[in-house]
Protein backbone atom coordinates (compact mmCIF):
# COMPACT_ATOMS: atom_id res chain seq x y z
CA UNK A 1 0.00 0.00 0.00
CA UNK A 2 1.57 3.36 -0.90
CA UNK A 3 1.60 5.76 2.03
CA UNK A 4 3.31 9.17 3.36
CA UNK A 5 3.01 9.60 7.25
CA UNK A 6 4.24 13.39 7.87
CA UNK A 7 5.91 14.31 11.47
CA UNK A 8 7.43 17.48 13.33
CA UNK A 9 4.20 19.75 13.24
CA UNK A 10 3.95 21.86 16.75
CA UNK A 11 3.39 25.12 17.98
CA UNK A 12 6.12 27.49 17.69
CA UNK A 13 6.82 30.94 18.30
CA UNK A 14 7.00 33.99 15.10
CA UNK A 15 10.70 33.62 13.53
CA UNK A 16 11.47 30.39 15.23
CA UNK A 17 12.31 27.05 13.15
CA UNK A 18 10.78 23.89 12.42
CA UNK A 19 11.90 20.70 10.37
CA UNK A 20 9.03 18.73 8.71
CA UNK A 21 9.35 14.85 7.83
CA UNK A 22 7.48 12.60 5.45
CA UNK A 23 8.06 9.06 5.98
CA UNK A 24 7.22 7.63 2.45
CA UNK A 25 6.24 3.43 1.53
CA UNK A 26 4.97 0.97 -0.92
CA UNK A 27 6.07 3.02 -3.84
CA UNK A 28 10.22 3.27 -5.52
CA UNK A 29 10.69 6.92 -3.57
CA UNK A 30 13.15 7.60 -5.99
CA UNK A 31 11.28 7.91 -8.89
CA UNK A 32 9.12 10.39 -8.25
CA UNK A 33 8.90 13.88 -7.65
CA UNK A 34 7.88 15.42 -4.16
CA UNK A 35 5.57 18.01 -2.70
CA UNK A 36 4.44 20.06 0.37
CA UNK A 37 1.51 21.29 -0.09
CA UNK A 38 -0.80 23.38 2.86
CA UNK A 39 -3.97 24.15 4.19
CA UNK A 40 -4.68 27.07 6.91
CA UNK A 41 -7.56 26.47 9.15
CA UNK A 42 -11.05 26.94 7.04
CA UNK A 43 -9.25 27.65 4.04
CA UNK A 44 -8.14 26.82 0.49
CA UNK A 45 -5.09 24.35 -0.38
CA UNK A 46 -2.14 26.20 -1.11
CA UNK A 47 1.11 25.05 -3.51
CA UNK A 48 4.03 25.24 -1.25
CA UNK A 49 7.24 23.31 -2.91
CA UNK A 50 8.43 20.57 -4.61
CA UNK A 51 11.58 18.34 -5.33
CA UNK A 52 13.26 16.23 -8.11
CA UNK A 53 13.57 12.66 -7.66
CA UNK A 54 17.35 12.86 -7.29
CA UNK A 55 16.56 16.64 -4.88
CA UNK A 56 18.77 18.13 -7.76
CA UNK A 57 15.85 20.78 -8.43
CA UNK A 58 13.40 22.30 -6.28
CA UNK A 59 10.76 25.02 -6.48
CA UNK A 60 9.05 27.12 -4.07
CA UNK A 61 6.25 29.42 -3.69
CA UNK A 62 6.79 33.10 -3.60
CA UNK A 63 5.33 33.19 0.01
CA UNK A 64 7.84 30.89 1.23
CA UNK A 65 10.75 31.24 -0.95
CA UNK A 66 13.99 32.35 1.05
CA UNK A 67 12.43 30.99 4.53
CA UNK A 68 11.71 27.33 3.69
CA UNK A 69 13.93 24.59 2.29
CA UNK A 70 12.28 21.42 0.68
CA UNK A 71 15.03 17.89 0.89
CA UNK A 72 14.97 14.00 0.79
CA UNK A 73 16.76 11.36 1.37
CA UNK A 74 16.55 9.12 -0.90
CA UNK A 75 17.82 6.28 1.46
CA UNK A 76 16.10 6.42 4.18
CA UNK A 77 12.59 7.03 1.74
CA UNK A 78 11.71 10.35 3.46
CA UNK A 79 10.94 14.24 2.53
CA UNK A 80 11.71 16.94 4.28
CA UNK A 81 10.70 20.82 5.02
CA UNK A 82 12.79 23.14 7.04
CA UNK A 83 11.21 26.10 7.76
CA UNK A 84 12.57 29.74 9.31
CA UNK A 85 11.71 32.91 9.92
CA UNK A 86 8.14 31.53 10.74
CA UNK A 87 5.42 33.84 11.10
CA UNK A 88 1.91 33.45 11.80
CA UNK A 89 0.67 33.38 8.54
CA UNK A 90 2.12 30.02 7.82
CA UNK A 91 0.09 28.34 10.60
CA UNK A 92 -1.67 25.76 8.51
CA UNK A 93 -2.21 21.79 8.11
CA UNK A 94 1.21 20.41 5.97
CA UNK A 95 0.67 17.40 3.20
CA UNK A 96 3.09 15.93 2.17
CA UNK A 97 2.36 14.57 -1.44
CA UNK A 98 3.52 12.24 -4.22
CA UNK A 99 4.28 13.90 -7.61
CA UNK A 100 4.93 12.50 -11.20
CA UNK A 101 8.09 11.13 -12.79
CA UNK A 102 8.20 14.69 -14.48
CA UNK A 103 7.45 18.15 -12.77
CA UNK A 104 4.22 18.71 -15.12
CA UNK A 105 2.17 15.68 -13.28
CA UNK A 106 0.54 15.91 -10.44
CA UNK A 107 0.31 14.85 -6.54
CA UNK A 108 -1.26 11.65 -6.88
CA UNK A 109 -1.09 10.15 -3.17
CA UNK A 110 -1.45 12.80 0.06
CA UNK A 111 -0.53 12.14 3.66
CA UNK A 112 -2.63 12.92 6.08
CA UNK A 113 -0.77 16.08 7.28
CA UNK A 114 0.57 17.40 10.34
CA UNK A 115 -0.03 21.08 11.67
CA UNK A 116 1.81 23.91 12.80
CA UNK A 117 0.56 26.43 14.76
CA UNK A 118 2.76 29.74 14.50
CA UNK A 119 1.61 31.87 18.06
CA UNK A 120 3.20 33.71 20.22
CA UNK B 1 -6.67 35.88 -4.34
CA UNK B 2 -6.34 32.44 -6.29
CA UNK B 3 -4.86 31.31 -9.91
CA UNK B 4 -7.16 29.56 -10.58
CA UNK B 5 -10.62 31.00 -9.96
CA UNK B 6 -13.38 28.69 -8.80
CA UNK B 7 -16.84 29.23 -7.47
CA UNK B 8 -16.97 29.21 -3.68
CA UNK B 9 -19.99 27.05 -3.66
CA UNK B 10 -22.43 24.51 -6.22
CA UNK B 11 -25.30 22.26 -4.95
CA UNK B 12 -27.71 19.98 -6.77
CA UNK B 13 -30.22 17.81 -5.75
CA UNK B 14 -29.56 13.04 -5.56
CA UNK B 15 -29.47 12.19 -8.94
CA UNK B 16 -28.60 15.45 -10.72
CA UNK B 17 -25.57 16.25 -12.74
CA UNK B 18 -23.38 19.63 -11.49
CA UNK B 19 -20.36 21.46 -12.96
CA UNK B 20 -17.59 23.13 -11.03
CA UNK B 21 -15.54 25.85 -13.31
CA UNK B 22 -12.07 26.77 -12.92
CA UNK B 23 -10.78 29.72 -14.75
CA UNK B 24 -7.01 30.51 -15.70
CA UNK B 25 -5.06 32.11 -18.03
CA UNK B 26 -2.62 31.36 -20.87
CA UNK B 27 0.16 30.12 -18.61
CA UNK B 28 -1.57 27.63 -16.81
CA UNK B 29 -4.72 26.04 -17.80
CA UNK B 30 -4.40 27.33 -21.62
CA UNK B 31 -1.14 25.74 -22.00
CA UNK B 32 -0.80 22.56 -19.53
CA UNK B 33 -3.03 19.65 -17.53
CA UNK B 34 -5.78 20.38 -15.14
CA UNK B 35 -6.25 18.31 -12.21
CA UNK B 36 -9.15 17.98 -9.95
CA UNK B 37 -9.15 16.66 -6.08
CA UNK B 38 -11.81 15.94 -3.99
CA UNK B 39 -11.73 16.65 0.13
CA UNK B 40 -13.98 15.49 1.85
CA UNK B 41 -14.50 16.89 5.31
CA UNK B 42 -11.73 15.81 7.96
CA UNK B 43 -9.92 13.91 5.13
CA UNK B 44 -6.79 14.57 3.15
CA UNK B 45 -7.25 15.50 -0.72
CA UNK B 46 -7.69 12.66 -3.37
CA UNK B 47 -7.04 12.69 -6.94
CA UNK B 48 -10.22 12.67 -8.83
CA UNK B 49 -8.97 13.72 -12.21
CA UNK B 50 -5.74 13.75 -14.00
CA UNK B 51 -4.44 15.02 -17.12
CA UNK B 52 -7.57 16.87 -17.95
CA UNK B 53 -9.90 14.00 -18.40
CA UNK B 54 -8.49 11.08 -17.24
CA UNK B 55 -10.00 9.03 -14.02
CA UNK B 56 -7.06 7.27 -11.86
CA UNK B 57 -8.64 3.86 -10.75
CA UNK B 58 -11.49 3.33 -8.03
CA UNK B 59 -13.14 6.94 -9.14
CA UNK B 60 -16.34 6.03 -10.35
CA UNK B 61 -16.98 7.58 -13.77
CA UNK B 62 -20.08 9.66 -12.42
CA UNK B 63 -17.23 12.10 -12.14
CA UNK B 64 -15.61 13.61 -15.33
CA UNK B 65 -13.11 16.32 -16.81
CA UNK B 66 -13.10 18.79 -19.75
CA UNK B 67 -11.10 22.00 -20.66
CA UNK B 68 -11.43 24.01 -23.22
CA UNK B 69 -8.93 26.74 -23.97
CA UNK B 70 -7.81 28.83 -20.60
CA UNK B 71 -11.13 26.97 -18.63
CA UNK B 72 -11.87 23.27 -17.53
CA UNK B 73 -15.08 22.15 -15.89
CA UNK B 74 -15.33 18.82 -13.56
CA UNK B 75 -19.05 17.52 -13.84
CA UNK B 76 -20.63 15.11 -12.03
CA UNK B 77 -23.65 13.07 -13.04
CA UNK B 78 -26.18 11.03 -10.64
CA UNK B 79 -24.95 13.27 -7.75
CA UNK B 80 -24.78 11.13 -4.46
CA UNK B 81 -24.69 12.47 -0.97
CA UNK B 82 -21.57 10.90 -0.37
CA UNK B 83 -20.10 13.59 -2.73
CA UNK B 84 -20.94 16.28 -0.89
CA UNK B 85 -17.23 17.58 -0.27
CA UNK B 86 -14.62 20.35 -1.13
CA UNK B 87 -13.43 20.05 -4.89
CA UNK B 88 -9.93 21.88 -6.22
CA UNK B 89 -8.79 22.18 -9.75
CA UNK B 90 -4.78 22.84 -10.16
CA UNK B 91 -2.24 23.05 -12.86
CA UNK B 92 1.12 23.84 -13.35
CA UNK B 93 1.84 27.44 -13.88
CA UNK B 94 4.51 28.42 -16.98
CA UNK B 95 5.07 31.97 -14.89
CA UNK B 96 7.65 33.18 -12.60
CA UNK B 97 5.44 32.68 -9.43
CA UNK B 98 4.41 29.50 -10.13
CA UNK B 99 4.78 26.55 -10.38
CA UNK B 100 1.98 24.97 -9.14
CA UNK B 101 -1.56 26.51 -8.72
CA UNK B 102 -4.70 25.72 -6.96
CA UNK B 103 -8.32 27.11 -7.32
CA UNK B 104 -9.61 28.35 -4.09
CA UNK B 105 -12.23 25.30 -3.58
CA UNK B 106 -15.76 24.80 -4.13
CA UNK B 107 -17.98 23.48 -1.68
CA UNK B 108 -20.42 21.04 -3.01
CA UNK B 109 -23.95 20.72 -1.08
CA UNK B 110 -26.03 18.05 -2.00
CA UNK B 111 -29.38 19.20 -1.09
Known amino acids: EVQLVESGGVVVQPGGSLRLSCAAS????????MHWVRQAPGKGLEWVSL????????YYADSVKGRFTISRDNSKNSLYLQMNSLRTEDTALYYCAKGGKNYFDAFDIWGQGTMVTVSS | QSVLTQPPSASGTPGQRVTISCSGSSSNIGSNYVYWYQQLPGTAPKLLIY???QRPSGVPDRFSGSKSGTSASLAISGLRSEDEADYYC????????????FGGGTKLTVL
Open chain 1, 26 to 33: GFTFDDYT
Open chain 1, 51 to 58: ISWDGGST
Open chain 2, 51 to 53: RNN
Open chain 2, 90 to 101: AAWDDSLSGPWV
